[in-house]
């Protein structure tokens, strides 16, 4: 692990950063104490709209829990 306060990562951001990508955990102190992780990139497979579905038939109806909740609103 490498630790770096704010004032070092500034004038070492490119070395740190080079540290982080080849996999070593590099933390940036602020005042002493951890306060950031400086972790590489990750790339991510794009979202796909539409990839789950739903069952809108499970929609149609109320729970009745949920709807006991507002019996109290019919009795005003």
Known sequence: MTQANMHEAKSKLSQLAELAHQGERV????????????IPHRNSTPRVPGGYSINMDAFDCADEEIESMFDFLEDE
């Open 27 to 38: 933390v940036i102190a602020k005042a002493g104490k951890p306060y950031v992780d400086l």
